[in-house]
């Protein structure tokens, strides 16, 4: 039930007047380094030279700063659980591989596909829901799960090139599998 309302929080405001909002493009976007970004949580620049605070939508890093915040706490222990993850040294390494594999791969331009709906999480950061593409074109998120690195989770919705949300869940839940039975990253 909790679940179900946090979706459709997340959900309501990206509607208006009964219709979802179109995705924007914003192309040559570039990393901005910060100390608190993770995985799937990050700073960017717009060309314009505008900073924003992205999260990936469906998927889910492991946490790797916890200190004085009880809700990242519950998550890694949730995030542990999920990955078969039975410490904290290990599953906070996971963490760290994905901000370094993110930051590797957002090395080059990329471009972000955002309809500015509120990421929620840490009030000292606003954050807004997209997709990112890498400067080779591929998904970040279909990316980070298939090294093992992330979990098909967390918010989706329509993909940029009509893909539904649902579908798209199910293509990240096949790439996680593969990459479990691989042995890749948490797994």
Not at 93 to 106: H, I, M, N, P
Not at 155 to 167: A, K, N, Y
């Amino acid at each position: 039930m909790i679940r179900l309302v946090a979706f459709w929080l997340s959900i309501v405001p990206t509607l208006v007047c009964g219709q979802v909002r179109k995705l924007e493009t914003i192309e040559k976007c570039s990393l901005v380094e910060t100390e608190w970004s993770d995985g799937d949580s990050f700073q960017v620049r717009f060309p314009d030279g505008k900073n924003q605070t992205i999260r990936l939508y469906g998927v889910d890093c492991i946490e790797i700063h916890i200190q004085g915040d009880d809700s990242n706490a519950r998550r890694l222990r949730d995030q542990r659980r999920y990955f078969g993850i039975a410490d904290i040294i290990t599953a906070k390494s996971v963490g760290l591989t994905a901000k370094t594999e993110t930051k590797s791969l957002l090395s080059k331009p990329f471009t972000v596909q955002t309809a500015f709906a509120d990421g929620r999480g840490d009030g000292r950061f606003a954050r807004v829901y997209a997709f990112v593409k890498t400067a080779d074109g591929t998904d970040l998120s279909e990316t980070l799960v298939s090294k093992g690195l992330a979990r098909a989770f967390g918010v989706v919705r329509q993909l940029p090139d009509g893909t539904s949300g649902d579908e798209w869940v199910e293509q990240l839940k096949d790439l996680e599998l593969t990459a479990a039975r691989a042995g890749r990253g948490a797994w």
